[in-house]
């Protein structure tokens, strides 16, 4: 196969979380098992990263109230808790990036 036919690799998908933060918890299982039905589907799936905003003040401030947070290609989905939300991101920043965006209405560019 022709190396530069290898689609590009996609960027991380980042979990902002915070230290002790159940909901978050359940954002990351939720997340982990909509990747694996993207795979299953036969559709590509980032790697998930999970990131502490205690780590950066800037992110602290901006995203302590709305945690957990997805954020991937500078998008942002906050309070990603609910499937059909985080589903709907998924699929306008994987998807689009082939061209075929969904719309997803929940998703905030971030900073």
């Keep these: 196969m022709d190396p530069a036919a290898l689609p590009a690799p996609l960027p991380d998908l980042v979990l902002w979380r915070g230290d002790g933060c159940h909901l978050c918890d359940d954002a ?15 559709l590509r799936a980032p790697v998930l990263v999970e990131r502490r905003i205690a780590d950066d003040p800037a992110v602290e401030r901006a995203l302590f109230e709305v945690i957990p947070v997805l954020e991937m290609e500078g998008r942002r989905l906050p309070l990603a808790l609910r499937a059909g939300a985080v589903r709907a991101f998924l699929g306008e920043v994987l998807d689009a990036r082939a061209g075929a965006g969904t719309g997803a209405e929940s998703v905030e560019r971030g900073p």
């Design 28 to 42: 990351r299982d939720l997340v982990d098992s909509l990747l694996h039905e993207r795979i299953a589907a036969g």
